[in-house]
């Protein structure tokens, strides 16, 4: 009797068919599991009218359009259910604080898919500045990890006959100039890690084919992935290509002159990130350097000239406390704006540098909620930018629907562009932070959301139904969210 064949037979995996996952078996048995599920959720008497009542929200026209900053243009990629693959569409700043904005349709999903027959879902858009007319477009077929890259012209609001076309896969391009593009993608055997992603990095020139592009970079094949970043701004032009060796940790160099590369010094897993003249670096573990320790958490900056050359002397933008953690960071033209989580609760810092002295100033903001803060500068348009000095910044909270707002760094005042509608009755309804300890002594916040006639003023005595939520992973913190389904 062979006894290792039967041990191997008893100890394979009966359901091995599934990690197959575009084939017809996997769906199949997917279909029956969705049919069984949507049989048993539309038979109870309530389905209908919450499935209108859900639609009715995750619809609604006036939802806050997000949008991305382009030159003298603001972007938008608007679903709706006439409009379910979207509308890429533009508006001016003006035409933005309108009550209706004026949008100016540049791609229509819908009306592509249909002529072209192809299941086209967005992936997004890389255009070169400051003419912002040059742009790759990302189409996935039915929302994969994998997507066709097109060239499209923004002002002709066309696809380019002839032009920068990537077939079906995992890429990753910028642009280099108008005619040049870097390049990761599946080149063939060999090009890729074996998580699947583009681990080379190519020079693509206008009119030769793909097969000509010059390798300028090399990820390991044990890596997640390559990456390529290239900064246009005037004075500090740089390009960075990286390797992801893991989910957390990544390692960066500089592509100088005749493609040599200088590898960029820093932990491998903080965050690191040139700002003109400065470097930033978020850390994610303790960093000692000269027998001084700068702890987790913290945003330092530094010349970035020095820096390169060894020299290791910083100025802490942040550094965490028990309560207080770093959100992000973003940058005006002449200053660092921090978002930041005090309880879980948002707060924003601005930074200024006079020289090497900084100066912090809080912005004066609602709390306690969810703040967020996207600067609005374009370095590229230099001395021009009339907003280099602005920021959108965005609140909400259990019970106040998102609003969107238009600062301007040194002052509190905020103007209003644009806020959501109360999907729901909240009077009497009360929210309070409370802490839980865990057994090593942290104070674990988290919120109640009262009911009217339930006063948070007075013990709860156990007996209300609760509904409870939490979340934990990815380095992720749970915020207080308006949620109007």
Request: aromatic share 10%; with cysteine.
């Amino acid at each position: 009797m062979n006894t290792t064949a039967h041990a191997e037979s008893a100890d394979a995996d009966e359901f091995l068919w599934l990690e197959d996952v575009h084939g017809e078996r996997a769906l199949a048995w997917v279909r029956e599991r969705n049919a069984e599920s949507q049989a048993v959720l539309q038979a109870q008497p309530e389905y209908a009218s919450l499935q209108a009542e859900l639609l009715a929200v995750l619809d609604a026209r006036d939802r806050i359009p997000a949008v991305t900053r382009r030159g003298e243009w603001f972007y938008n990629l608007w679903q709706d259910a006439a409009h379910p693959r979207g509308l890429w569409r533009r508006t001016t700043l003006a035409g933005y604080r309108k009550p209706q904005p004026a949008w100016e349709t540049v791609l229509d999903l819908d009306a592509l898919a249909a002529a072209e027959g192809e299941n086209w879902v967005w992936g997004g858009a890389s255009v070169l500045g400051p003419e912002y007319r040059h742009c790759m477009i990302a189409l996935s077929r039915g929302g994969a990890d994998a997507s066709v890259q097109r060239e499209f012209d923004c002002v002709a609001k066309a696809f380019v006959s002839g032009g920068f076309e990537l077939p079906e896969a995992k890429s990753d391009i910028e642009w280099i100039d108008a005619d040049t593009l870097y390049v990761a993608t599946d080149f063939g055997p060999g090009s890729l890690t074996t998580s699947g992603y583009p681990r080379i990095v190519k020079r693509w020139r206008r009119g030769t084919p793909l097969s000509a592009a010059v390798t300028v970079f090399e990820a390991e094949v044990k890596d997640v992935a390559a990456s390529v970043s290239v900064d246009h701004t005037p004075g500090f032009e740089r390009t960075v290509l990286g390797r992801a060796t893991d989910f957390y940790n990544s390692k960066s160099w500089l592509l100088e002159k005749n493609d040599k590369l200088t590898a960029i010094d820093y932990p491998s897993d903080a965050g690191f990130s040139f700002w003109r003249e400065r470097v930033l670096i978020e850390l994610k573990s303790d960093w000692t350097l000269e027998g001084r320790t700068w702890p987790r958490g913290s945003l330092l900056t530094a010349d970035a000239a020095a820096y390169l050359k060894g020299e290791r002397k910083f100025t802490a933008l942040f550094t965490p406390t028990a309560t207080r953690s770093l959100a992000g960071s973003t940058t005006t033209r002449d200053q660092v704006l921090l978002s930041i989580l005090d309880n879980v609760a948002g707060r924003v810092e601005e930074w200024k540098a006079d020289g090497t002295k900084w100066t912090k100033r809080e912005v004066q903001a609602p709390y306690p909620g969810t703040l967020g803060v996207r600067a609005l500068h374009d370095p590229l348009l230099g001395a021009k930018d009339t907003l280099a000095e602005q920021y959108l910044l965005t609140y909400t909270d259990f019970l106040t629907p998102d609003s969107l707002m238009l600062g301007t760094t040194g002052s509190n005042e905020h103007e209003t562009l644009k806020s959501r509608p109360h999907f729901f009755d909240s009077t009497g309804m009360k929210v309070e932070q409370r802490f839980a300890k865990s057994k090593d002594g942290t104070r674990v916040p988290y919120f109640i959301v009262w009911p009217p006639g339930v006063s948070a003023d007075q013990p709860a005595d156990g007996n209300t139904p609760t509904l409870l939520y939490g979340y934990g992973g990815f380095q992720i913190p749970l915020q207080p969210w308006y949620s109007g389904a």
